[in-house]
């Protein structure tokens, strides 16, 4: 009796223990294993709005490589690993699924010869490098193994959805989460290493059917080096700043902060990244790029002058390989492609407005759309959108004239831009850059987390690299320009003085860190959605209102965009035009009304998250800088935006 009774309490222990593992095991999978993503509705066609590139240069600008190796393992393993999700029956699909990656918010690349490209913004390069310089090899056929890495396009290209269309914009916002991305791209190569069935499914993709075991061997110990060496090393890091950092989400990277902890931290080996790898607190919304190679400064605060130093800058923050640690190896040699960096700019910036083509401060451009010859900001399709309504719009101009022009200049189309004071006299080299506002922080009251902790970081940089400051942004200016300079020194024969200059823009390594932000023209700017340097604000009815009636919280990562309030939808269901506030504000609780599953909640109340200042109200509280405008006044300046 008494034995039955102790049999039976062991296997009721038995039971239960096993049950806690599997609820234990469960929850560590839903809460740290587990990517929880968006599903969108199908979509019927997609257009590429009109912005004076040709398809040509567009698919270009889509996959240029330029250098980097931002996912950290070779495209052979890329495309066969499978999705970081657990299944009982059946196949996970692939990681490099176009549909499984869009739910990210990457694109699908164009077809070719009825294959599947890589997402918009995935580049395939070279043979891919390790971090001591060799190359990666195939264990089996000992082939060099190749790079994937992000291009610019990866971040800088937007995407709309309305009523089963897609709107696709060169150089707009990207709604992609990297956070996601880099959490299912990691659990993805650990599935590989410990869920049964899957190395052996991953082998025979990268190495082929007949591949021998020592071979698998030898790819079963790259994979643990790879996982090891980068995937797990970066997580402990980020684990250790993760308290005092703010999430990202869907269409917001803290790309200065992330590209100093890659430069200053990671690339710089164990003493970097124990000194110099600092929270990622200030997410800003990806920038709308068309244009911006002729301000005079570029970055939401202005920091940076030379465009060669701000891109080659952004492709060692993705991941383009440079030695900063081994001087026998020559210190400051990279992977960045320079000369391709080059192009992109080129093809972003078209050709300098000049006497030319009318730019005499006279007349405007003999283009008359703008003298801008490059990309081009998209025009508001009214046949997808819905047709503007002219007399609003015209109310609308002249509220932009009395309000908004003297921060963000005239609008483009007209002489008065082109006459503006700030076209900035001809540079010794010729050339003329549109000299754009740096306003305050004290006047314009947004938040300010980036700009100031721009200001405020500090570096260690080892002695040999040569870097005469330990002011953040000042040093990765040096390095960056000691890393493009190397290239030019490199070449056979090294880069002329006069092609170096034209490559660097004609515009000197130029850091400044104002406690700022700057404002643009504002040509295409419906495009762009959510606002603000940290797309604190969804559309652009809220940014009109008083901060109080702003959204204190929203979801980012629905694509529906609204018309009518001029950015993404605020919820499932919109509630008729009749209703601006309520469509446009929200319910203006504390909690997003109407949750999206798998999207991201940007709550305004965290500091880098801020959605004051730029304010319209009355009074003179810090961040107003114009009186309250009534609904009828925020729809016609809508209205007018959509014709910029
Ligand atoms: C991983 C994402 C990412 C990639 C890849 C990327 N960028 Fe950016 N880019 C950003 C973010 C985020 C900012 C805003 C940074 C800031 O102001 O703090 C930015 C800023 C800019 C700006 C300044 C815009 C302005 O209004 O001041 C330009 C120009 C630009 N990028 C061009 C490029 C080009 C050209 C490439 C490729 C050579 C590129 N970017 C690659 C994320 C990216
Ligand atoms: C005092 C100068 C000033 C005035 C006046 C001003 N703005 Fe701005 N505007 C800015 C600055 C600075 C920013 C960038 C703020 C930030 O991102 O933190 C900005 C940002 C914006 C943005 C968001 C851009 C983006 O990429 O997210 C829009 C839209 C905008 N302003 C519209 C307007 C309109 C419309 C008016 C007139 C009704 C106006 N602004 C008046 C300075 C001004």
């Given amino acids: 009796m008494i034995r039955i009774t102790k049999l039976k309490t062991g296997i009721g222990a038995v039971a239960i223990l096993f049950i806690v593992l599997v609820a234990v095991g469960f929850k560590i999978y839903r809460d740290k294993l587990y990517v929880n993503l968006p599903d969108y509705p199908p979509i019927n066609r997609a257009a590429w709005l009109d912005q004076n590139w040709s398809q040509q240069q567009r698919e270009w600008f889509h996959h240029a490589d330029q250098g980097t190796q931002t996912v950290n393992i070779p495209y052979e393993w890329f495309v066969a690993l499978e999705q970081p999700r657990l ?55 000992n082939d060099p193994m190749t790079s994937l890495g992000f291009t610019c396009a990866a971040c800088h290209t937007g995407r709309l959805t309305y009523k089963h269309v897609t709107l696709l914009i060169d150089g707009g916002p990207a709604l992609t989460d990297l956070g996601k991305f880099r959490q299912a791209l990691g659990i993805s190569v650990l599935f590989t290493r410990f869920v049964p069935g899957r190395f052996d499914r991953f082998a025979k993709n990268v190495l082929g059917e007949d591949a021998g075991d020592d071979a698998k061997k030898a790819l079963r110990d790259q994979l643990a080096g790879v996982w090891n060496g980068f995937f797990n090393v970066v997580r402990k890091l980020d684990q250790g700043i993760a308290d005092a950092s703010v999430d990202e989400g869907y269409g917001r990277l803290d790309a200065l902060n992330r590209i100093g902890n890659q430069v200053f931290g990671v690339d710089l080996g164990k003493e970097g990244q124990e000194k110099n790898y600092s ?14 190679s002729w301000f005079d400064w570029v970055q939401y605060n202005a920091s940076i002058e030379q465009p060669m130093v701000r891109n080659a800058g952004e492709a060692l923050g993705v991941s383009a390989l440079v030695d900063l640690t081994d001087a026998s190896k020559g210190l400051f040699k990279s992977g960045v492609q320079v000369s391709i960096i080059d192009e992109i700019e080129k093809q972003l910036a078209g050709k300098q407005a000049t006497a030319e083509n009318g730019f005499s401060g006279l007349k405007p451009p003999k283009d008359k759309e703008s003298g801008f010859t490059g990309l081009k900001s998209p025009k508001w399709p009214e046949n997808i959108l819905g047709p503007i309504d002219r007399a609003l719009a015209a109310k609308g101009a002249t509220l932009y004239d009395n309000l908004c022009k003297d921060c963000h200049l005239p609008p483009v189309d007209t002489r008065e831009f082109w006459q503006s004071k700030n076209w900035l006299p001809a540079n010794e080299f010729g050339q003329r850059f549109l000299h754009v506002e740096v306003i305050l922080i004290t006047k314009i009251g947004t938040d300010p987390v980036h700009a100031e902790g721009m200001a405020k970081r500090k570096v260690w940089v080892p002695t040999d690299l040569n870097i005469s400051t330990n002011d953040f942004g000042f040093a990765l200016g040096q390095l960056v320009e000691k890393t493009t300079n190397h290239w030019y020194d490199s070449q056979t024969p090294p880069v002329s003085e006069d092609k170096r200059n034209e490559m660097n823009g004609y515009r000197p390594n130029g850091i400044q860190a104002p406690l700022g932000y700057k404002a643009r023209p504002l040509n295409g700017v419906w495009a762009t959605p959510p606002y603000l340097h940290n797309g604190s604000v969804p559309n652009l009815y809220a940014l009109l209102s008083p901060v109080s009636e702003r959204p204190k919280s929203f979801y980012l990562g629905r694509r529906e965009f609204d018309p009518f309030c001029v950015g993404y939808q605020l919820r499932t269901k919109v509630p008729g035009p009749d209703k601006p506030d309520l469509r446009c504000l929200g319910d203006q609780s504390s909690s997003a009304d109407d949750a999206f599953e798998g999207g991201f909640e940007l709550k305004t109340a965290i500091l880098g998250n801020r959605n004051t200042g730029h304010e319209f109200n009355d009074g003179s509280s810090a961040g107003v800088i114009g009186r309250k405008l009534s609904v009828d006044e925020r729809l016609s300046l809508i209205e007018f935006l959509k014709t910029q």
């Fill in 87 to 141: 299944a009982l029956v059946g196949d996970v699909g692939r990681l490099s699924d176009p549909s499984y990656l869009d739910r990210f918010g990457f694109i699908p690349g164009a077809t070719k010869g009825g294959e599947n490209q890589l997402p918009v913004g995935f580049a395939r390069g070279g043979p891919m490098s390790k971090w001591d310089g060799t190359s990666w090899v195939n264990p089996q056929t």
């Fill in 279 to 292: 929270p990622t607190n200030a997410p800003v919304n990806f920038p709308h790029i068309w244009n911006a």
